[in-house]
């Protein structure tokens, strides 16, 4: 996690994801505005995804982590959590079938 | 996260004659390896925070899809511009926060201190607005409890139903609890940033040793990507005009 | 085998190094908070055992003749959570797992020793809590304190209960931590993944299910607090909410839970039978990958507790395969200690005699949960004593004997001393033979129809003779369990002085002195040798103690 000799500044890059941030947001108010019909859901979700996305990989520095560990981590915590909300959902959205 | 007792982290030699940095644990052989222990740590922690917060995501989830009108109609009803300020808030802290960490890294001191005190301004300020919320919700009676009314609501894209105020009420009690952890989150970073401006301010941090900085930083971080997804998952059901 | 070293002068050593209270109460020696968790989860021991004593003494008779339906009901509750919360959850790991980690991996001491501290003490904090709450009155709702009773119909202590619970959770999390940072960070020069101990992929194993399923538990806790307290009504039926989705929720951990609790146990018995068949562990590859297997399949099941509960059948269906596929791991473990036995050179001192016991034992409650992944068994079985009886042979059978086998195989290390073999095989047999009577009878009243947590059957009398056989049981089983720390105890001040390595056993943890130095080893290991290396540890010429090459 240390400084990994960069020649060239980080600062640009976080700038330009600090304005991605911004705008993402300013994205998400607007398309929730939209009649989307059942896509302002996911469309909303995608944005954050993103969103937390850039975050992680430059904000916490998981892009050019020293290890693949780290990203090991941040994925087996989506995994699990995805198994959360997936199998429960294979109950609560089959239970109204016949 | 925690350093011997001296100042500037000085590289000393030690009884044997070999340099080591004073921040070293005995435990560890060297200090990219207690590092790297550090930040592994954090990294784990912040896994079981994402399926402390998934629990309540899951609630969320399924009660979002039965009751889609009511909570439509909760939404609708919370103070949408503070939420998005709030979240601009955010951003903008974690921008102050790589900013204080690359100001470690780079031995800034000002920026350091700067960026870790804006830091925690716009962390107030979050929890200021977060505050204004709450007490408008109280106001309006939309605190689960004795006291909650929501009468006579219509479901946005339905304006002839009312909204189920006991659906609603579940709403509710999702924002509150969600919101409300997420919020204590917030409060505890806010004192570990203290913590970490006391450490700069003594000038314990060196490019050689910043650890704190980094995973405090990430732990920021992570209770901002909360937001990311708090944010239009409770404020943004339906803002159809 | 044991080679009882007379030590004329006394080593220093992590036990001797320093003296007073305060040198134990405020340690960072892995060793010495190992050693501060075998008392509190010893403690914590009995009094779920009390509870059972209670339990069984009610059973005797058909009528409900020696305590009320509602203490009744605090007594399950209170085995229930005292025994899988404060000391199953924690037993190997926070015992064995933190004295044996850094040592089998030639570190001096786990990643973050003041964690570990703090581990312990939120420990106790949730037992002092626990224990407070069961003074005071208690809690009647079962462990598993389902919505919308534990939410808003009894009166007991449920939040107290909840948060004894949160902060023993925490500890978990924590301990779940440091083994992981500890494993990938922490190996001495040579020790590869692939030479290390199962013991170490078992413990790997369990840190990633306390920390991925804990946390749900704690969050539903807190719904359940935050219900109870300022009615927040997320599982309330009367404001649309689901009692379902609390057992979703609550099941998310609690099923991992019981992998928490047997996976440690599975490398315990690994290390048992590599040493006392004299041979490497048959599969090492094998039996690593089947423990992560057990702990991700293990998040893939828990919805099987929920079958009757009003899940979609659909649903039901792909837990009841989900459930048959977690079997497959652990039938891969059974069948590798099974061959790593076949032309091995077999020596029965206690803790092999444990790891038989474990070896059959967890064989048949595996199996019985297999029977109880069939849908149509299970639409019978539920909430009756089969279901009793096969967790308690996992968990009693399985993870107990397993927790007293790797007493017994490491007490020479952590105590310097040995036990007294005689006694030790005696008190395995008691157990054994204790523990059979005690629940085998258990599956046969589940199967006729005897319900669970029913303090009163008078109107099925004959289910009697079978009842009385499970408490005659019972006792024998508590003489079984008296024994050991009796004679453990006993060996502190009187036991033959053991050897660094009494059992001529594989591992870095046998070549540093019985007990260790406070921080393990004089010098740095490095390994240049694969594990389990029986092969040249039993060679014929061999020196003092195995050359490294």
Same mark, same amino acid.
């Not at chain 2, 997420?182 to 004192?191: E, P, T």
């Given at each position: ?98 | ?64 899809? +039965? ?133 700069? +301010? ?24 909360? +937001? ?14 | 085998?044991?080679? $009882? ?28 908070? $190992? ?280 649903? $039901? ?109 005696? $008190? ?122």
């Amino acid at each position: 996690m240390s400084d990994h000799s960069s020649a060239k500044s980080p600062l640009p890059t976080y700038f330009a994801v600090f304005f991605a941030l911004l705008i993402g947001t300013a994205l998400t108010v607007y398309a929730a505005t939209l009649d989307l019909g059942k896509f302002n859901a996911p469309v909303a979700l995608t944005i954050a995804s993103i969103k937390a996305t850039l975050v992680a990989l430059f904000f916490m520095h998981v892009k050019g982590a020293s290890e693949k560990l780290t990203k090991l981590v941040v994925i087996a915590a989506l995994f699990f959590l995805l198994l959360l909300l997936g199998l429960t959902m294979t109950d609560y959205a089959t239970r109204l079938w016949n | 996260m925690q350093n011997n007792a001296s100042s500037a982290a000085a590289v000393q030699a030690d009884a044997h004659g070999e340099a080591h940095n004073p921040a070293l644990l005995h435990h560890f052989a060297e200090p990219q390896q207690q590092r790297d222990a550090a930040s592994l740590g954090m990294w784990l922690f912040l896994a079981t925070e994402v399926m402390f917060f998934g629990g309540l995501f899951c609630a969320y989830l399924v009660y979002r899809r +039965w009751y889609f009108g009511d909570f439509a109609a909760a939404s609708k009803s919370i103070n949408m511009p503070l939420g998005a300020t709030n979240t601009a808030v955010l951003i903008c802290s974690s921008l102050t926060v790589v900013l204080a960490v690359w100001a470690a890294q780079t031995a800034r001191r000002t920026l350091l201190l700067v960026s870790l005190a804006v830091t925690m301004l716009l962390g107030l300020t979050f929890l200021g607005i977060k505050g204004i919320e709450y007490k408008d919700k109280f106001e309006e009676h939309h605190v689960p409890g004795a006291s909650f009314s929501f009468q006579n609501v219509p479901i946005p894209g339905h304006p002839d139903q009312y909204a189920d105020p006991h659906h609603a009420q579940l709403f509710f009690s999702l924002y509150f609890v969600m919101t409300g952890l997420h919020a204590l989150h917030m409060i505890i970073g806010l004192g570990i940033f203290l913590w970490l401006f006391a450490m700069a +301010w003594k000038g314990r941090f060196t490019p050689e040793w910043h650890t704190p900085v980094e995973i405090g930083g990430l732990y920021w971080h992570f209770v901002d990507i909360v +937001w990311i997804y708090l944010f239009p998952l409770l404020y943004l059901i339906d803002r159809h005009p | 085998m044991p080679t $009882a070293i007379p030590q004329p002068v006394e080593r220093e050593n992590y036990l001797n190094k320093e003296y007073g209270v305060w040198s134990w109460l405020l340690t960072t020696d892995h060793k010495r908070i $190992a050693l501060l968790y075998l008392l509190s989860i010893t403690f914590f021991f009995f009094i779920g055992g009390f509870f059972a004593l209670l339990i069984r003494l009610e059973l005797l008779t058909p009528a409900g003749d020696l305590v009320q339906a509602d203490t009744y009901n605090k007594l399950f509750t209170m085995h229930g959570m005292v025994m899988v919360f404060f000391f199953l959850i924690p037993s190997i790991p926070a015992v064995l797992g933190n004295f044996l980690v850094p040592l089998m991996i030639g570190a001096k001491d786990l990643a973050f020793p003041r964690i570990n501290l703090l581990s312990w003490y939120l420990y106790v904090i949730g037992g002092v809590m626990m224990l407070h709450c069961m003074l005071t009155g208690g809690v009647d709702t079962g462990w598993t304190f389902y919505a919308p009773f534990s939410t808003s119909f009894t009166n007991t202590k449920i939040v107290e209960a909840g948060l004894a619970i949160f902060v023993a959770g925490f500890s978990s999390i924590l301990t779940g931590l440091n083994f992981v940072v500890t494993i990938h960070r922490m190996r001495c020069p040579g020790m590869t993944w692939s030479r290390l101990p199962l013991f170490i992929w078992a413990h790997y194993a369990t840190s990633i299910i306390q920390l991925l399923g804990t946390p749900v538990v704690a969050v539903t806790i807190v719904l359940v607090a935050a219900e109870r307290t300022l009615h927040l009504g997320i599982f309330d039926p009367k404001l649309g909410g689901d009692p379902l989705l609390f057992q979703h929720l609550f099941w998310f951990y609690s099923h991992p839970a019981v992998y928490i609790m047997i996976l440690p146990s599975m490398g315990v018995v690994t290390e048992i039978i590599a040493c006392f068949s004299r041979k490497r562990i048959f599969g090492y590859s094998f039996v690593a990958f089947s423990s992560i297997a057990i702990a991700v399949f293990g998040f893939l099941v828990w919805a099987h507790h929920m079958f009757v509960a009003g899940i979609s059948v659909y649903s $039901a269906l792909v837990f009841s395969f989900l459930s048959y596929a977690v079997a497959l791991p652990s039938a891969i473990k059974v069948f590798n200690w099974t061959a790593t036995l076949y032309k091995g050179s077999i020596h029965y001192d206690a803790p092999m005699l444990y790891a038989f016991g474990f070896l059959g034992l967890f064989t048949i409650g595996g199996l019985t949960g297999l029977f109880l992944s069939a849908l149509g068994i299970n639409v019978h079985v539920t909430d009756t004593y089969f279901v009793v009886a096969h967790f308690h042979y996992i968990m009693v059978g399985g993870a107990v004997m397993g927790y007293l086998g790797g007493m017994h195989f490491w007490w020479p290390k952590i105590s310097g001393r040995l036990y007294p073999e005689g006694w030790a095989r005696l $008190a395995a047999l008691i157990v054994f033979i204790g523990f059979n009577l005690t629940f085998f009878p258990q599956f046969l009243l589940g199967y006729m129809g005897m319900p669970r947590r029913y303090y009163d059957y008078s109107h099925m009398p004959e289910f009697q003779v079978l009842n009385v056989l499970s408490t005659a049981g019972a006792t024998v089983l508590g003489v079984g369990y008296l024994l050991p720390m009796i004679y453990f105890l006993w060996s502190m001040r009187y036991g033959k002085p053991s050897s660094d390595n009494p059992w001529n056993a594989a591992g870095l943890e046998w070549k540093t002195s019985s007990p260790p130095p406070t921080f393990n080893f004089d010098e740095e290991p490095v390994v240049t040798w694969e594990a389990y290396n029986y092969d040249e540890l039993d060679a014929p010429y061999k020196q003092e103690v195995p050359v490294a090459k």
